[in-house]
């Protein structure tokens, strides 16, 4: 019997203490690694090198989602990561997901309907609407239509502007909330299998990121009963704490040590840039 995008995700999460989800960006402009697997090739590389690493989850990725990035039209979009997600789908086990990171209808619809993924992980967490053949709908509908698992992220503002000023009375407690209340959307359009994420980075200033990476934020990201997802490999915000990291992948070390005192404070899912392998982490 074939499970659902929705199923899969659900059992993953029960069966496994912790899931590293490994990140495809194919993108020319992501801040980490933009570009460097946009080459067909270099994106099966990079597929095949993840889950030979333990990775659970794929993330594809077509539009970055950077500070100041550019708007990208769901036909780009879709032509950046349909080509790899299609191979991936071939070669990669059965007990290995799709997830793609979009925040348009269009796209997640056009993979769903082929059933190419599992999960669809929105930054904008369904607040999106686009005409999809006729129907006004959110990645959302997508999800509860096609039956996938479904990831929620908050962001303050957007990506052109989420980092101007980030201004909280109480981040952990407006996030928290922000996040409840997306799940109550998602599961009012049918969405059955939900992850969240408290987005690192995001319209969040450092004091921010440190406030939800803590065992308070967490704790409170777990009182929703969702699994709850961190991302926070190689951000501006480690690069703050510690000067002398200045490029993006100097950071692989620090990365590696928040996100296993996520784990620790009882975080579910990595999704990281980096192969567990690399640092002698164990994703079990």
């Known amino acids: 019997m074939n499970l659902t995008g929705a199923e899969k995700l659900n059992n993953l999460c029960s069966e496994h203490k912790n899931i590293w989800m490994g990140i495809v960006n194919l993108t020319p402009d992501s801040f980490s ?110 999800a509860a239509q096609y039956n996938l698992g479904y990831i929620i992220m908050h962001m303050q503002g957007t990506p052109k502007d989420m980092q101007v000023n980030p201004v909280y009375n109480s ?21 059955k299998t939900i992850a969240i994420d408290p987005g690192i980075g995001f319209g969040k200033s450092l004091e921010n990121n440190l406030e939800l990476l803590s065992q308070e934020g967490i704790d409170s990201l777990l009182n929703l009963k969702k699994a709850v997802l961190i991302g926070l490999s190689r951000k501006t915000f480690l690069g703050k704490l510690y000067p002398e990291l200045v490029e ?37």
Request: aromatic letters at 6%; one cysteine or more.
């Open 33 to 142: 690694d933009g570009g460097k697997y946009i080459d067909n090739k270099c994106a099966l590389s990079r597929i095949d090198s993840l889950v030979e690493a333990g990775a659970k989850i794929l993330d594809f990725g077509g539009a970055s989602s950077r500070p100041n990035a550019a708007y990208v039209n769901p036909e780009e979009e879709l032509k950046r990561v349909y080509g790899a997600i299609v191979e991936a789908r071939k070669r990669i086990p059965a007990n290995v997901l799709i997830s793609l990171d979009t925040y348009s209808p269009i796209v997640a619809h056009k993979l769903a309907q082929e059933g190419l993924i599992d999960i669809v992980n929105d930054i904008f967490s369904g607040l999106r609407i686009e005409n999809v053949m006729g129907v006004m709908c959110s990645t959302a509908h997508v």
């Open 248 to 284: 993006p992948f100097s950071r692989d070390h620090v990365s590696k040590q928040f996100e296993i005192k996520c784990l620790e404070f009882g975080a579910k899912i990595i999704r990281s840039h980096i192969l567990p392998s690399e640092l002698n982490l164990n994703i079990e």
């Open 171 to 191: 981040c952990i407690a407006e996030v928290t909330t922000f996040l409840q209340e997306r799940i109550q959307y998602a599961e009012q359009c049918g969405v």
